[in-house]
């Protein structure tokens, strides 16, 4: 047994040539989390929302960073700000809705208002204020930093710290080629969100999506059910699982990777291109061939703290307290494509990721599993050591696993550790 070392407040990852193990605490402490909310989702980058869920000005959704709530708004400007959902008299919020349309955000409280942009408009019986208050210093605090990419919106609650370009530049290609599916080059956000809540840590979920060892045995049920249906072999099914890699970059970013290529039958774009000669043409028309063969590849992205990519989704997971997390999936369409193919895609995330479909429910069983586990004492680390034997680090620096290996994982801890050690 690796003798673990003296235990401190951020001293939770075990980061040896041969052995990589996460401390107990990170799941269930509260204190770590309170950390956790400070440290990594009020410091670093964080996905908040996308362009196509406020298309026009007076738009607003609202969302949270970490547990901070805040309003994604554009502008008369056309810009597109982050405001702390705070009114700046006595602390209430001054969005109460989950998306909408306004030219301005009243307080429920004393009135107050302020434009989408944040400016301070007016106060309900003004006279009870100096005729010197200034108004320009009491509007509702913006996010210091807001980047879009590509149509994805990320703020940071941190004024300094890495800029968004070299924290996005280690998977900034494969979320390219992610995009690239669309020969427009874009996506559309469908309404509304699948949410799901789970008495579990976020990090359940945040190592689940790009960890390709579990599906043969959590989702052994939807694998006997294809075999029984005619669609595909169980056999078949593990076969492809084995395929392809997973990969771990700076700033905790990693990705589970399958194979690509334009073989109708086992491709998804190579069925589209076969099934909708339309699409076909528009994606050759736009992008070369080695650009289309890694548009094929299927990737589960995952984006440090909060975000993941997936074929169908973008998955946005929420922390509420050490044991809660909320998690929102958000169903997107690929523009330029036929309505037709874009209505397949909806119907395999519901028949699969759905409320009531057999992956999402799945994975939350086993992350309360996870959690009620943990409760046994005795018991202080957990083990993410799989494929550090055999893992190969690129020339750009990301590592490269077998498909059922964590290196995705590690990376993630990493970062995590680096961050809550600062």
């Not at 309003?71 to 597109?80: G, K």
């Not at 004393?110 to 210093?137: C, R, T």
């Not at 919106?153 to 300094?160: C, E, K």
């Not at 080629?177 to 789970?198: D, E, F, M, Q």
């Amino acid at each position: 047994m690796v003798a673990a070392p003296e235990l401190s407040s951020t001293n939770l990852v075990l980061d040896r040539p041969d052995t990589f193990q996460v401390h107990t605490r990170a799941y269930m402490d509260a204190d770590v989390f309170a950390a956790e909310m400070g440290r990594i989702f009020g410091r670093t980058w964080v996905y908040v929302g996308h362009e196509s869920q406020v298309p026009a000005v007076g738009d607003y959704r609202t969302t949270t960073i970490g547990r901070q709530p805040v309003i994604i708004s554009r502008h008369e400007d056309d810009q597109i700000y982050v405001l702390l959902n705070r009114c700046r008299h006595r602390g209430s919020v001054v969005c109460r809705e989950e998306l909408g349309h306004s030219n301005f955000f009243r307080c429920p409280y004393h009135n107050w208002s302020y434009a989408n942009d944040g400016a301070l408009v007016g106060m309900a019986q003004a006279s009870g204020y100096p005729g010197d208050f200034d108004k320009g210093e009491w509007g509702l605090r913006r996010a210091p930093r807001v980047a879009v990419y590509r149509g994805l919106i990320f703020a940071s609650l941190a004024a300094d710290g890495p800029s968004f370009g070299d924290y996005f530049a280690p998977v900034q290609k494969y979320v390219d080629w992610w995009l690239n599916r669309s020969p427009a080059g874009t996506i559309t956000v469908l309404p509304t969100a699948h949410k799901y809540p789970y008495p579990g840590n976020w990090k359940w979920q945040a190592e689940n999506g790009h960890d390709g060892y579990h599906g043969n045995y959590v989702h052994e049920s939807w694998q006997r059910l294809l075999e029984r249906a005619g669609e595909a072999p169980v056999r078949d099914i593990r076969k492809y699982r084995t395929g392809g890699c997973t990969r771990g970059f700076a700033f905790g970013h990693g990705l589970l990777e399958r194979p690509g290529g334009l073989n109708p039958n086992a491709s998804w774009t190579g069925r589209m291109m076969v099934r909708f000669p339309e699409y076909a043409e528009a994606l050759r028309a736009t992008y070369g061939d080695d650009e289309i063969e890694q548009i094929s590849a299927r990737r589960n992205i995952f984006v440090f703290p909060n975000l993941y990519l997936f074929d169908t989704q973008i998955r946005v997971i929420n922390p509420i307290a050490v044991d809660s997390t909320e998690v929102h999936l958000y169903v997107y369409g690929l523009d330029g494509v036929p309505d037709a193919l874009n209505q397949g895609r909806y119907r395999a995330h519901e028949r699969f990721y759905g409320p009531s479909g057999f992956g999402s429910p799945d994975d939350v069983e086993i992350f309360v599993c996870n959690q009620t586990g943990l409760q046994a004492s005795g018991v202080d680390w957990v083990l993410l050591s799989r494929g550090m034997h055999r893992e190969r680090v690129g020339g750009d620096g990301e590592v490269v696993g077998h498909s059922t290996d964590e290196v995705p994982v590690r990376a993630m801890y990493r970062e995590w550790e680096r961050l809550m050690s600062a």
